[in-house]
């Protein structure tokens, strides 16, 4: 009898671990992550001094990401910084939205996910400028765009994964107001050298859903100069800007 049950015991446990290995191994369709982000700054205005800052933000985004099926995702952000230059001050506050669709391939055993898409965005751009003479303006640029990415996910063990997420973000029908003009809404050229990098790295927390994600970015963004005129035919003559973003997410990350 002892040894009857000596041996149920260990069949159960036997069992039980194998049980938990075929949870951790099974790879969920839903990922929803939201945390915090730095950002070093720089606004390079076209024939104007430039500004550097420091902007702090937060980040969020939903995945349906079954193997070998459809992609889909949703996301935003909102970041906000005062950038400093020679003839004075630009607070800066950049958000947006997105949604993406795709497909994603498993490859090596499911070690690798592999996950082109495409969809639609829409970004806000808001300069406070505070020159160091003459009057304060405010800029609020918007901005739509279709991304074209690929996102890819490579399991070195159990406990990390590694990935990569790079995206172009062709601009259409981008706009800017400005508060000394009020209700007028002046179209800007579309821009299309708009790009993101970033190199995630996954913490899985123990076999659980929870995990955390670290995710060092780069990106570059332009606004267009205007291309609208007054009503004695004289352009606006609002430069371009080009943005240069890098720095750092911290994510925590649930998967069901």
């Not at 104007?48 to 070998?68: A, E, T």
């Not at 995702?73 to 607070?91: E, Q």
């Not at 300069?127 to 003479?133: G, Q």
């Not at 035919?233 to 430069?239: I, R």
């Amino acid at each position: 009898m002892r040894q009857l049950l000596t041996g149920s015991v260990a069949m159960l446990l036997s069992i039980g671990l194998f049980a938990d290995d075929m949870v951790c191994e099974c790879e969920p369709n839903s990922i929803v992550y939201f945390g915090g982000s730095y950002t070093r700054s720089h606004i390079d205005p076209d024939g104007l001094s430039d500004f550097d800052g420091h902007m702090g933000g937060v980040q969020g985004m939903y995945q349906y990401r079954p193997l070998c099926s459809l992609y889909a995702a949703i996301g935003g952000f909102w970041r906000a910084g005062k950038n400093t230059g020679k003839t004075g001050t630009r607070d800066l506050l950049d958000a947006g939205v997105h949604e993406r669709i795709g497909y994603t391939f498993a490859l090596n055993c499911d070690q690798i996910l592999l996950t082109p898409y495409t969809g639609f965005g829409y970004r806000h751009l808001t300069h406070h400028v505070k020159p160091k003479t003459g009057s304060k303006i405010k800029l609020h640029y918007n901005e739509f765009f279709f991304p074209v990415g690929l996102q890819s996910v490579y399991d070195t063990c159990r406990w990390l994964s590694i990935g990569l997420d790079v995206v172009w973000m062709p601009q259409v029908f981008p706009t800017v107001t400005f508060d000394v003009v009020d209700g007028a809404r002046w179209v800007i050229e579309s821009t299309y050298k708009n790009f993101n990098a970033a190199l995630p790295l996954y913490l899985h927390i123990n076999c659980s859903n929870w995990g955390v994600v670290l995710k060092p970015f780069f990106e570059f963004w332009q606004d267009g100069r205007t291309i609208a005129k007054t009503q004695f035919n004289d352009p606006l003559g609002l430069p371009k800007n080009s943005y240069t973003f890098w720095g750092i997410e911290l994510n925590l990350q649930y998967a069901f």
